[in-house]
């Protein structure tokens, strides 16, 4: 079946580095993927995406990368924020033809000063 | 910038009871998404709904659950007889075509 795996344990960061997030999908053949951000009672709000046949998209302090091969994207916060504290979600379009988008369980992300 | 409105934000009812949730996706869109998150877990698909009628839905949407558009801006999930495990916030989303879900902060629907 189709699987979305993100790292379920929370990242913690210093203010100022880069925040590295990891997607992984298997049964899938995505022709995009995409990035969320979701706040505490909020809706996912969208940042990035990324079609199948690019390697990279870059977005302010924001890249995203997408591997086909290896059936993984990378997401990164460059010079991060305490603002960027959140959860971040990976989604991708399903199989079945149809315009579901299914979503990932989510990073959180968490800033320190 | 045009934006996604659901009401209300939180719903108590009474197991078995029939609710109604609203929303208003943003005027050009032509896909409407029903989604449910509940508390601490990830953000899972009910519907997708286009050219007035259900195009796809998940297993979680069964008979106690129904969409609809009545008019040319609302779109609304109901469900006949709530659960305890229907408890979760739901967000609706809308799309205006193969680009990203715009998505309402949701209603949170506790129902005891």
């Known amino acids: 079946s189709q699987k979305i795996e993100q790292n379920s344990e929370a990242l913690n960061i210093q203010e100022g580095k880069t925040a590295t997030l990891t997607c992984n999908y298997t049964?899938?053949?995505?022709?995009?993927l995409q990035w969320y951000r979701q706040d505490p009672g909020r809706g996912p709000v969208f940042l990035l995406l990324?079609?199948?046949?690019?390697k990279e998209k870059r977005k302010e302090r924001l890249k995203v990368t997408f591997d086909t091969t290896l059936k993984q994207s990378l997401f990164h916060i460059t010079a991060s924020q305490p603002a960027d504290s959140a959860t971040y979600l990976c989604?991708?379009?399903?199989?079945?033809?149809?315009?579901?988008?299914?979503f990932g369980a989510g990073t959180r992300l968490f800033v320190k000063a | 910038e045009p934006e996604v409105t659901q009401t209300p934000s939180h719903q108590v009812t009474q197991m078995g009871q029939e609710v109604i949730l609203r929303c208003v996706p943003i005027?050009?869109?032509?896909?409407f998404y029903w989604y449910r998150q509940i508390l601490g877990q990830k953000v899972e698909f009910l519907v997708s709904?286009?050219?007035?009628?259900?195009?796809?839905k998940s297993e979680i949407f069964d008979d106690q659950f129904s969409v609809e558009r009545p008019d040319g801006s609302n779109f609304t999930l109901k469900i006949r007889s709530t659960k305890l495990e229907d408890s979760a916030m739901y967000f609706c989303?809308?799309?205006?075509?193969?680009?990203?879900?715009?998505f309402g902060n949701g209603t949170r629907l506790t129902v005891t």
């Open positions: 005027s050009n869109h032509l896909y």
């Open positions: 049964n899938y053949s995505p022709a995009y």
């Open positions: 990324i079609r199948e046949n690019e």
């Open positions: 989604a991708l379009l399903g199989n079945t033809g149809g315009f579901k988008t299914i």
């Open positions: 989303a809308s799309q205006a075509g193969n680009s990203p879900l715009h």
């Open positions: 709904f286009y050219n007035n009628e259900i195009s796809e």
